[in-house]
């Protein structure tokens, strides 16, 4: 397995990314993905009414469009959240636009929401044969502004909610210009009134959670704690990437434009859930951002997240890692 990495580190990070899943998709065609099969599997954990095959799963971003669901379900993640999909197909921002840095274990990106619209993912999730929890992580297109970046959501909302579990609301993506604007009070007020008149007409009853960013003040997070607590938004994911490099080691990434991921994330993603947990000890809460080992994950779970998200970790540690938290 090791090897396999090492090869593919010769390539730019997104082609790598590509050919890795490529490469699973025809070993999950093969049969050859059994190894991977959690041994405790029959220990199901019940949450928000849905059954996880354990806390562990894929972060957005990994499978944007929904293509690598039964492979990468047959790894052993006990739940996927795909996406981030938008209403319409784009090509994100221009290449390279994907670095790996591996001196500090991270990685940089400024994709911009690539994907190949919501119609496709839609398909996909119609299709697939993976027994577990599904996520869709939704997004507005770059070309919407104003009142259409949140009814691109609602479109997004109304096309997929029979097809997937729990829906994410994604407004903490650092790629898509003033995106993350959707955090502050006047916008977010906006945005909810919106997603509370969806959930209500189409009498939706899967579990919505928000998605935020590490780099907001203290206040907008309590802002939207309160806002999630008296609404029917059910939860919240903490966190997106950072925006902050001011923590690499290698100074040459410092003013690189993207989000960072992978362990220089960790401590910042971790602060926030902490955070989340001394306001609300209740609210449902994924936790995400530097998940490299065994000992990472616990310590989210410790932290109080519900259940857990790996992306970068999983990149640079290969799927080993997952046999590695799971089963121990
Ligand atoms: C290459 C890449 C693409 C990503 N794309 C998305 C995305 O489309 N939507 C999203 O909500 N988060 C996206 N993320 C953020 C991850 O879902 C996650 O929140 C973040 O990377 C922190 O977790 P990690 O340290 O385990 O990678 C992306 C991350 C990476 C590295």
Request: aromatic fraction near 8%; charge should be positive.
């Amino acid at each position: 397995m090791w090897l396999i990495i090492k090869i593919l580190r010769i390539f730019p990070p997104e082609i790598a990314h590509k050919i890795s899943l490529t490469l699973l998709f025809f070993i999950h065609r093969l049969g050859l993905l059994n190894i991977f099969k959690n041994e405790k599997q029959s220990e199901t954990i019940e949450f928000l009414g849905l059954r996880f095959k354990n806390t562990l799963g894929t972060a957005a971003g990994l499978d944007k469009n929904g293509d690598y669901i039964d492979c990468l379900g047959a790894l052993g993640f006990g739940f996927l959240e795909v996406g981030t999909i938008t209403p319409r197909a784009q090509a994100g921002n221009k290449k390279p636009r994907v670095f790996r840095l591996n001196k500090d274990k991270g990685v940089i990106n400024r994709l911009g929401f690539n994907n190949k619209g919501i119609d496709h993912l839609v398909t996909n999730l119609k299709q697939h044969k993976y027994d577990g929890v599904i996520g869709v992580n939704i997004g507005a297109n770059k070309s919407s502004h104003g009142k259409k970046r949140i009814e691109d959501y609602i479109e997004c909302i109304r096309k997929v909610y029979k097809y997937t579990d729990y829906i994410t609301v994604n407004i903490s993506s650092p790629n898509t210009k003033n995106l993350r604007n959707l955090q502050n009070s006047k916008n977010i007020d906006k945005l909810f009134v919106a997603l509370e008149n969806e959930i209500h007409t189409l009498k939706i009853d899967k579990p919505i959670f928000i998605k935020i960013s590490p780099d907001e003040s203290l206040d907008t997070i309590k802002y939207i704690i309160n806002k999630v607590q008296n609404s029917k938004i059910t939860g919240m994911i903490a966190t997106n990437t950072t925006t902050d490099k001011s923590t690499l080691k290698d100074e040459k990434y410092w003013d690189y434009e993207g989000g960072l991921s992978g362990e220089p994330l960790r401590e910042k993603s971790n602060n926030l859930i902490s955070e989340i947990r001394r306001v609300s000890e209740e609210i449902p809460l994924i936790g995400v951002g530097g998940v490299m080992s065994q000992k990472d994950y616990k310590e989210k779970l410790d932290l109080g997240a519900n259940l857990v998200q790996i992306y970068t970790g999983f990149i640079v540690e290969g799927p080993g890692l997952i046999h590695r938290i799971i089963n121990k």
